[in-house]
C-alpha cells in the first residue's frame, strides 16, 4: 500500500489550501483516514481523523477552519484548510487504517508529508 499526499504549498495568512492523500494497492477496506501536522521542533500532532462511518473529530485549533472528507471510491482523503494562521506551518501527513486483500488485521500506514507554510 502507498500513500501520495498533495496540496501543500506557500500560501497568506487567511488563505485556503486543500490537501489531498490517495491510497493505491491491494487494498480490501480503509477503516479510520486521518491527517496529522507536525511542525518545525515540535512532536507530530492530530489534526483531524475521519471514520468509515463519516465520524469525524478535530483537535480544537483548527476547528471551524478545517474539513476533513473522503472518497471511498477512490480511496482518498482530504483536509480543506481555511483561515490559515502561521502557526499552522507544518508538514502535513495523511494516516490510513488499511486491510489489505486476503489479511484480517488492520496496518497503519503513512503517506510522505507535504508542508503546508502559511506566511506574508
Known amino acids: 500500500v502507498q500513500l501520495q499526499a498533495s496540496g501543500g504549498g506557500l500560501v497568506q495568512p487567511g488563505g485556503s489550501l486543500r490537501l489531498s492523500c490517495a491510497a493505491s494497492?491491494?487494498?480490501?477496506?480503509?477503516?479510520?483516514m486521518g491527517w496529522y501536522r507536525q511542525a518545525p521542533g515540535k512532536q507530530r500532532e492530530l489534526v483531524a481523523t475521519?471514520?468509515?462511518?463519516?465520524?469525524?473529530d478535530y483537535a480544537d485549533a483548527v476547528k471551524g477552519r478545517f474539513t476533513i472528507s473522503r472518497d471511498d471510491a477512490k480511496n482518498t482523503v482530504s483536509l480543506q484548510t481555511n483561515m490559515l494562521k502561521p502557526e499552522d506551518t507544518a508538514v502535513y501527513y495523511c494516516?490510513?487504517?488499511?486491510?489489505?486483500?486476503?489479511?484480517?488485521?488492520?496496518?497503519?500506514?503513512w503517506g510522505q508529508g507535504t508542508l503546508v507554510t502559511v506566511s506574508s
Open positions: 494516516n490510513l487504517r488499511v486491510r489489505t486483500r486476503g489479511s484480517w488485521s488492520w496496518t497503519n500506514y
Open positions: 494497492g491491494t487494498i480490501s477496506a480503509i477503516n479510520v
Open positions: 475521519i471514520t468509515s462511518g463519516g465520524v469525524t
